[in-house]
């Protein structure tokens, strides 16, 4: 039987890739509903079986690539390559219209960059606290923390090691489930009862799936309104992050 599963995995890596996908995908969204009620949305959990999975498929080949280093598993590799990662972000920004982003108004826009920018900010100050000191790294992992899809693509773009990469994928999570859990609970101090202020909720949380999810548990009419200002989220931080960012960090640093 493994040889027949190593047989059709090289030759469609690419089709059980996706399948394996799929199939955590869909174990995600259960454990989503069953578990937490919809509060943890299971993109995020999804994210955190995938980076079990890599570390255990480290562990087991010993090789560099995570799960893609054992042979049946191999089209991860192609699924999970910067190539499609790109193309879903690129997608993504064509997806929005700058005529609903004028709906939310200048504080919304004012909100967004505000978003970006304390998210950004707040991931530089915590690299550094773990000794991380070069413009590179620094700007990885807070881009990172803008969202966990800004921070590979701004860490490819100005060659950050894997690693980073990875913590930068991390600290993305990490704010994503917090802003899961913790909006339902803080929403009555902070005044999140109104589409205005989902608006600019949206705009400085940023991250779609905590911002949906966290939403949805404190007030499902709300969803669209904070669900229009982080849309434009991970495209303003894709943009920001490998050049403005970037420099300013080089500046800060004096170009280490």
């Known amino acids: 039987m493994f040889e027949a599963l190593d047989k059709v995995s090289n030759t469609y890596s690419m089709v059980v890739g996706f399948a394996l996908i799929g199939l955590v ?104 606290a773990f000794g991380y000191t070069d413009a590179v790294s620094l700007t990885t992992i807070g881009a990172g923390a803008v969202t ?17 990469m990875a913590l930068s994928i991390a600290a993305g999570l990490v704010k994503s489930i917090l802003v899961m859990i913790a909006t339902p609970a803080v929403a009555r101090y902070i005044g999140l009862d109104n589409p205005r202020t989902a608006v600019l909720f ?27 200002t982080a849309a434009f989220y991970t495209a303003v931080g894709c943009l920001m992050g490998p050049s403005i960012l970037f420099f300013i960090m080089l500046a800060l640093t004096g170009g280490a």
């Open 148 to 164: 966990y899809i800004v921070g590979p693509v701004t860490g490819a773009a100005i060659g950050a090691s894997s690693e980073v």
């Open 25 to 128: 995908m869909w174990v995600s969204y259960k454990l989503s509903a069953k578990l937490t009620a919809g509060r943890i949305h299971g993109s995020a959990i999804a994210i955190l079986i995938g980076l079990v999975l890599a570390y255990i498929g480290g562990v087991i080949s010993g090789g560099k690539h995570g799960i893609m280093d054992l042979p049946l598993l191999s089209g991860i590799g192609i699924v999970g390559g910067t190539m499609l990662r790109d193309f879903a972000i690129v997608a993504t920004g064509f997806g929005v219209h700058l005529n609903e982003l004028k709906k939310a108004g200048i504080v919304g826009i004012i909100a967004l960059l505000m978003g970006v920018l304390s998210s950004f900010f707040a991931g530089v100050t915590i690299a550094m």
């Open 202 to 228: 949206g705009g400085m949380m940023g991250t779609s799936s905590g911002v949906a999810a966290g939403l949805a548990a404190t007030d499902p009419k709300l969803v669209p309104y904070g669900c229009l």
